[in-house]
């Protein structure tokens, strides 16, 4: 967002604040932008919000950790369909009679849960079991909106499959829902975050669910903003697909020692593991080819240098008692 108001363009974006209520952001004052508060579920209202657009980035929709999407099955299933389609109803509505040229669709990693094609390109789509959360099966659907809008309106279209976010501003959910991790209770579980805070809070030995041995990508926020920029203009996005991804594998237990050596503890590493979520995906490796190749992309920042941002972030955030 901040990055597109930078390079002088107009922004409307809107929120609900359902997650974790009211939040400000430092660009919420930019001269470029302007905030509505309500609901992307409002067609009408998307409609009128999308009267002088010439793009749309479906970025909205129920999301959380590997918890929450076993917590919410149902409810991220069908309020994130609701979300969609009330999207592309005004973004085709926008293209047809309006100013919209194009619609970049946030979907996720998860669509290739069940896949056994390593690393992953885009076109494993095609050849890949469908994902067995319904979170993951979702953003598989979100995909075919944009395809179907596509034959039948010519709507034009990117889709995103960001890998493992990570970067600060997460804070504690107002759904009041919370995840017990040996003496720690944790909110919706990104693994992150999660360890930063158990680490932290003192937890000894350190809980990990399962063996440790799941393999991520672990990318910057700052990176995948770029990433996004770079679709929205880029002309060979268009009715395209793209990976977005650091191209370094990192197991849970490495992330785990290295937050540990980070936060300077005087015991010696030790952890256990706690049975693992049925939906823990063992291995989530992308190939990140096509997004260089063809925007330009590559995810540049380190874990160790987003772990510098993120460690003191948490800590603040334990003192405020907001995390």
């Not at 067609?43 to 479906?58: E, F, G, I, Q, S």
Request: glycine fraction near 6%.
């Amino acid at each position: 967002m901040e990055n597109l108001l930078n390079d002088g363009h107009k922004v409307i974006g809107i929120d609900n604040f359902s997650k974790y209520g009211k939040i400000k952001k430092k660009y919420d004052n930019h001269k470029n932008y302007t905030f509505i508060k309500a609901d992307v579920k409002n067609t009408r209202l998307l409609k009128k919000l999308l009267n002088d657009c010439d793009h749309l980035v479906a970025l909205a929709a129920k999301i959380g950790g590997i918890s929450y999407f076993h917590k919410f099955a149902y409810d991220l299933l069908a309020e994130n369909e609701r979300i969609i389609a009330s999207t592309f109803d005004a973004a085709i509505d926008a293209y047809r009679n309006k100013k919209l040229k194009k619609i970049t669709v946030l979907s996720s990693s998860m669509v290739f849960e069940s896949t056994d094609i390593f690393p992953t390109p885009e076109s494993a789509i095609y050849f890949s079991p469908p994902p067995k959360s319904t979170y993951g099966f979702q953003k598989l659907a979100s995909e075919y909106f944009a395809k179907g809008a596509y034959e039948q309106y010519g709507l034009p279209f990117t889709i995103l499959r960001p890998f493992n976010c990570v970067g600060i501003g997460e804070m504690r959910a107002i759904t009041g829902k919370t995840v017990k991790s040996g003496n720690i209770n944790l909110a919706m579980s990104h693994v992150v975050p999660d360890l930063v805070q158990k680490i932290l809070k003192g937890q000894y030995p350190l809980h990990i669910l399962g063996k440790g041995n799941q393999i991520r990508h672990y990318t910057y926020g700052g990176d995948l903003a770029e990433g996004i920029k770079l679709s929205i203009f880029s002309p060979k996005a268009i009715n395209n697909d793209f990976n977005l991804s650091t191209a370094t594998s990192t197991t849970v237990l490495e992330l785990a020692r290295l937050i540990w050596k980070k936060t300077n503890q005087k015991k010696p590493f030790k952890y256990v593991s706690d049975p693992p979520f049925t939906y823990d995906v063992q291995k989530r490796i992308p190939d990140t080819v096509k997004a260089k190749k063809i925007l330009g992309f590559e995810a540049k920042t380190d874990l160790n240098t987003i772990l510098d941002e993120v460690i003191p972030w948490i800590k603040t955030q334990i003192k405020l008692n907001l995390i």
